[in-house]
């Protein structure tokens, strides 16, 4: 039995819960609008230069893995001198060398990056038509 004394019927809604729908529906102002669903803005000519820069910044990147490999051959190199028994004192100038060109790199890889993902930010976030 339903609240107000009526049976349902095959799994139809009772009174009850079409008064509260109707109650909704009388208390909405008619001069509101309803809020609309906000869509992205995405700039396409935009995301087109992003994905037309990203081979340059993919080639930057392989070259900067190229010079990496190079440091850790000299850092490899290094290891080999100072397991044979070598004194550090007599290869420090290798080791700082080797060690600013590893900073360096590292730098110049973490830019490439920083810019790559600020070019695709902005693609990403700048207004444009929308779809």
């Known amino acids: 039995m339903s609240h107000d004394g009526k049976q349902k019927r095959r799994g139809g809604k ?24 906000r869509q992205p803005a995405i700039n396409d000519s935009k995301r087109a230069s ?11 990147l392989e070259h900067h893995h190229a010079e990496l490999l190079k440091s ?3 850092l490899d190199e ?6 044979a028994g070598t004194d550090p004192a007599s290869i420090r100038n290798i080791i700082e060398t080797a060690v600013e060109e590893c900073r360096v790199t590292f ?25």
Not at 14 to 33: E, W
């Open 14 to 37: 009772g009174r009850q819960s079409t008064k509260r729908r109707g109650a909704l529906h009388r208390d909405a102002l008619p001069s509101v609008p309803l809020p609309r669903r």
């Open 50 to 60: 992003c994905l037309a820069a990203s081979p340059g910044f993919a080639d930057a």
């Open 72 to 74: 850790r051959l000299k």
């Open 78 to 83: 290094i290891v080999h001198l100072l397991k």
């Open 107 to 131: 730098a110049k890889g973490e830019e490439t990056l920083d810019d790559l993902k600020e070019l695709c930010t902005t693609a990403e976030e700048s207004p444009g038509p929308k779809r």
